[in-house]
């Protein structure tokens, strides 16, 4: 889940069941005062971001990867993807998720893997 207040990480095990969250990260992108600085924040957070997943895909931590977030910072996170990153990125769901509790983004994104032989 990604918003200009941060990014919360969730897992779902093979059992299905979901960790929640597993990590979080804070952005500054939601207090800046202009322009420039949101962007510069914004980049920053999203490269933080990056570096957190990435570490996932090359321990082999992860198979397939949901975002869910506005549509600018899921365009974000697509242009900052990593090889690694890139190959596992399964579903992105375009959204304000600023106000869903980890619950509401889980069972927003359950259909994926219902609907999914793997």
């Known amino acids: 889940m990604l918003d200009d207040s941060g990014a919360r990480f969730l897992r779902r095990e093979p059992s299905?069941?979901?960790?929640?969250?597993?990590?979080?990260i804070a952005?500054?992108?939601a207090d800046a005062f202009t322009p420039e600085?949101?962007?510069a924040a914004r980049g920053q957070f999203i490269?933080?971001?990056m570096?957190?997943?990435?570490?996932a895909c090359d321990h082999s931590e992860c198979d397939r990867i949901v975002t869910v977030g506005p549509e600018r910072l899921l365009s974000s996170f697509r242009h900052a993807a990593t090889d690694r990153v890139r190959?596992?990125?399964?579903?992105?769901r375009?959204?304000?998720?600023?106000?869903?509790t980890d619950k509401e983004i889980v069972t927003s994104v359950e259909q994926y893997f219902r609907n999914s032989a793997g």
């Open 16 to 24: 299905g069941k979901w960790t929640q969250p597993v990590a979080e």
């Open 27 to 29: 952005s500054a992108a």
């Open 37 to 39: 600085i949101r962007r």
């Open 47 to 49: 490269q933080r971001v």
């Open 51 to 55: 570096t957190v997943v990435d570490s």
């Open 87 to 92: 190959v596992r990125l399964w579903r992105e």
């Open 94 to 100: 375009a959204g304000d998720v600023s106000i869903l």
